[in-house]
């Protein structure tokens, strides 16, 4: 049996909550994850599931109306929840650095590609002015951009999609940071230029055996990344795995959806009509009293509205928050709407 790697984040029970008008809402609830040095852990499921939020939470990142806690959160083992906001953002960019979906709103137009690279390098107190040139020109190469030197005088509107967000990768590297958080960095990209990134992300990967944190909602990319999944819906947890048991064996009927949902070549006919997921996602103002699944389950029992559904564990990594699960409960219940 191959050892664990050795963990660079570790998330415990977190929850966020933003005040509203209408309520407080509960933007994520009780997530629980881990991700080892050189590690690929997938965040999937569909948007408002409160993936960017959890990652925001882990950065410091949150707007100022939310509200985080959590039972442990810790980066290299250094506990980020003890530590002071200037602390804290000594950490991001030099031990922990996020790449975001858009390269274009992420980087400053009036300042040269050059001057934000170099200016992570120096604030981080990594070197001079020079030294943080020749790592900006080094790093732009080693993300496959030609006439890297150049490219330093260059501004963000100057680059087309694909080199904007090339170069918020290389930003992301220029202290060698042991966690990158990936918020779906490839959804503004062409197809050719999505796959091109993910490539240049895993072998950045295994060259610098960081831990990677990838959010998603592409299976595909998942299927092609991932060591571990980790599946929200409606800011939960639902089920976690590796990406083989995952895809294999789906035990929440949220996964099974998702996977329903993916064109098989070979067993999906020309014409007919891809899988969908009925149905809404709750409100997720004011507490939760129940399955938040339930009114899109096909699986839905009376039990599902009678109390929250915990997260079950079956093995390590392994969990899924469904009562389908527990068939001694079920076995004198019936589906709702079942005759």
Known sequence: MSQAPEPVLEVEGLTVEIDTPSGILRAVTEVSLDVGRGETLCIVGESGCGKTITSLGIMGLLPRRARMRARRL???GRDLLAMERGALASLRGDRMAMIFQDPMTSLNPVYTIGNQLEEIYIRHGKGGRREARERA???????GITAAASRLGQYPHQLSGGLRQRVMIAMTLMCEPALIIADEPTTALDVTIQAQILHLLADLQKEYRMALVL???DLGIVARMARRVVVMYAGEVVETGTAGQVFAAPRHPYTRGLLECIPVPGRTRRGAKLGSIPGMVPSLIGPIDACQFRNRCPYVFDLCAAAPVALREFGPGRA???????APRLQSARPVGAA
Not at 137 to 143: A, I, M, P
Not at 320 to 326: F, I, M, P, Q, T
């Open 74 to 76: 810790a980066l290299e």
């Open 215 to 217: 959010i998603t909602h």
């Open 320 to 326: 899924s928050r469904c009562l389908l699960d527990e």
């Open 137 to 143: 020109e080094y790093l732009l190469h080693k993300v």
